[in-house]
């Protein structure tokens, strides 16, 4: 008997003891239909093995565990994690961090161990929450009716499976600290070694595209699922017998279309990280990213050295033809300049997070020259230096200063605006500062009484004064 035989007896068993199992009654005798176990079970269980084998290998090879120094048994390790058969509940211990903190009045029993207030905080909450798994866990035995396989009540089966996707998925979630660590591990992300030597990634850049496409693959499958088994079961209730196998394909290949449709329109929703959306509770407040300002910079890199100097050679500019660049300024008077070359900012901003609420880079170092408040070119700035009255009379100091925001393809740039005062004896005299900001009509847009500082956006191609 050949293989694709014995794949045909299997089948022809499965559907005739299913369609026994559906006509039968609440208690029934099953009528056992078997076929050897060599070379039949051992087939089928040969090829379920090589698939966990694989999916298990293909992980492996995908996220590579990461080589760190050698363990020191005096040094307290960095990240310590649980067994892996709870690290879902450290996942819940995890995700209580973005829910709300908030605290119980204990009431006597707080009063009698002398905690008058439960502060209800991620731990607790990761507690509570574990919970909810452990229980249904423990659940099916108490369940009404009889044991049923997934062909009988596709419905329970489905529980189950979404049941283990979520602790499968909630334990990756537990452990996601290393996926910093994982994603510079890809081809297309580079950095500077120990020597200030180039290094990039392993990992093909589809290998990380394809692991970040999992869980909303298995979404889609549970949205199938979702539209699939009402829309049957409304149709059996509906129409009963009416319903053909010709209508049930259309059915599926309906339900099937519809949650393709779904996802691949939210796609770009979830490739984006829910960014509209807060990130679903897991990202800081936009106030706090608009608040970054790290930028990308030329950097100095060792010539032919690094594991991707060949591919990057002609990237690198020399010393003859980026002397003038602020890069060289940290290099000492005992480094030949002929051993070092220069990788433009503009390829380090693909390596990198940077001012993740603006489309557009901001110099806020002026790496490129772009303020000069001599000029009044996007800045503005006075200092002065003037002696106190022997007498005690009033002194006063004013100054108005002009500038203008150049309009480089942003709508509206950020500004610092403040003051600085102080004098040369400590808690001499009475002063007072008023700063005032107005636009090219003279409209006043910001003051403040005394010497604070505050950023603020201003439209690009105005003239302000100050």
């Known amino acids: 008997m050949g293989m694709m035989d014995r794949f045909g007896r299997i089948a022809d068993t499965y559907i005739s003891e299913r369609n026994k199992l559906l006509e039968a009654d609440t208690e029934r005798r099953r009528t056992i239909t078997g076929h050897p176990f060599w070379p039949t079970e051992v087939l089928r269980d040969t090829i379920i093995f090589a698939s966990i084998v694989m999916t298990i290998a293909f992980y492996s090879w ?6 760190h120094s050698a363990a020191d048994p005096f040094a307290q390790a960095g990240f310590v994690f649980p067994d892996w058969y709870v690290l879902f509940s450290y996942g ?17 029993i707080g009063e009698f161990f002398g905690t008058p207030v439960i502060d209800w905080n991620a731990a607790w909450w990761g507690a509570a929450i574990t919970g909810l798994p452990v229980g249904i866990l423990a ?78 693959i298995l979404t889609g499958i549970f949205l199938f699922a979702v539209i699939y088994f009402p829309t049957r079961k409304f149709l059996l209730n509906s129409v009963g017998s009416r319903v053909t196998p010709r209508i049930g394909r259309q059915v599926a290949v309906g339900s099937l279309i519809a949650a393709v449709l779904i996802s691949v329109v939210t796609w770009p929703v979830y490739e984006n990280g829910f960014w509209d959306y807060g990130g679903l509770g897991a990202m800081d407040d936009l106030e706090d990213l608009d608040s970054l300002r790290a930028q990308p910079s030329d950097t100095l890199v060792h010539v032919d050295e690094g594991n991707v100097w060949a591919d990057w050679e002609d990237e690198c ?15 000492s008077s005992e480094e030949d300049p002929s051993d070092w070359c220069v990788i433009a900012a503009t390829h380090w901003s693909n390596w990198g997070i ?52 150049e309009d480089l393809g942003v709508s509206e740039v950020p500004a610092d605006i403040g003051c600085l005062f102080r004098t040369t004896v400590r808690g001499a005299g009475i002063h007072s500062q008023s700063m005032i900001l107005t636009d090219s009509s003279g409209t006043e847009i910001w003051s403040t009484e005394g010497c604070v500082s505050d950023t603020m956006y201003l439209d690009a191609g105005n003239t302000y004064s100050v």
């Open 317 to 331: 500019i020399p010393y003859e033809e980026s002397s003038a660049l602020a890069a060289w300024s940290g290099l």
């Open 139 to 216: 659940l099916p035995p108490f369940l009404p009716g009889r044991e049923k396989r997934g062909v009988e009540d596709p419905w329970f089966a489905t529980a189950g499976a979404v049941y283990l996707a979520h602790v499968w998925f909630i334990s990756v979630f537990s452990i996601n600290i290393f996926l910093d660590l994982y994603a510079k591990d890809r081809s297309d992300y580079c950095f500077t070694g120990a020597h200030s030597e180039l290094m990039c990634g392993r990992q093909a850049p589809w290998t990380a595209e394809v692991f970040n496409a999992v869980p909303w």
């Open 62 to 67: 995908l996220i590579p565990p990461p080589l």
């Open 354 to 405: 940077f001012q993740p609420t603006k489309f557009k880079i901001i110099d806020f170092a002026g790496d490129n020259g772009h303020a000069d408040s001599t000029t009044g070119r996007n800045s503005a700035e006075d200092e002065a230096t003037f002696p106190g009255s022997a007498d005690g009379s009033e002194v006063t100091y004013e100054v108005s200063m002009t500038f203008e925001v």
């Open 92 to 108: 819940y211990l995890r995700w209580g961090e973005y829910l709300p903190q908030f605290v119980i009045p204990a009431g006597p």
